[in-house]
């Protein structure tokens, strides 16, 4: 598909443009990570090492991974058993890809409903990391909003899928 036909304007190519620089952002974090766990071991060499570097760890690499979900389902980039479709044609490939999108949407909004839940509750309790006091609740904003785009993607893709099985759009 050329990106025009993958929707390279109007509302959907906005929404891949935002899924994309999510992704990247994301990628930062991991970046800032890696600097930060560099830092602390050579501060705890040569000075003092980085306060509470596993704490920010353990949040950076959730962030990054959950950043990395819409990304990975708009560009087909998940774990796919292609052993058992490498003979199948484009519409059942499209069949399955559909029904996988549909799963990708049902989890994403199941996840997003229970984590905004349990946000709500971090916050009441007031929960905080051990050395930095970082409130938990806080890391759960880039999660609801990578599960949110989640779903935005599994939408997109599944009416890809869709437009194949119409025959709409060739699958390329």
Request: charged content about 10%.
């Amino acid at each position: 598909m050329t990106a025009d036909e993958k929707g390279g304007a109007g509302p959907i190519g906005a929404a891949r443009k935002i899924i994309h620089g999510w992704a990247l952002l994301g990628g930062c974090v991991l970046l800032a990570v890696v600097a930060m766990n560099m830092i602390s071991v050579i501060g705890g060499v040569v000075w003092k090492p980085f306060p509470g570097d596993f704490e920010m760890t353990e949040v950076g690499v959730a962030i990054a991974a959950f950043s990395f979900l819409p990304y990975c389902q708009l560009t087909y980039s998940n774990v796919t058993a292609d052993i058992f479709t490498s003979r199948a044609s484009p519409r059942t490939i499209a069949f399955l890809t559909a029904i996988a999108s549909i799963v990708a949407l049902l989890f994403s909004l199941l996840l997003c409903w229970r984590m905004f839940d349990g946000m709500l509750d971090q916050k009441e309790y007031g929960y905080t990391t051990a050395i930095l006091q970082f409130p938990h609740w806080m890391a759960f904003i880039p999660f609801l909003i990578s599960l949110a785009l989640l779903a935005i993607a599994a939408l997109i893709t599944f009416g890809e899928n869709a437009a194949v099985l119409i025959g709409n759009k060739s699958d390329d």
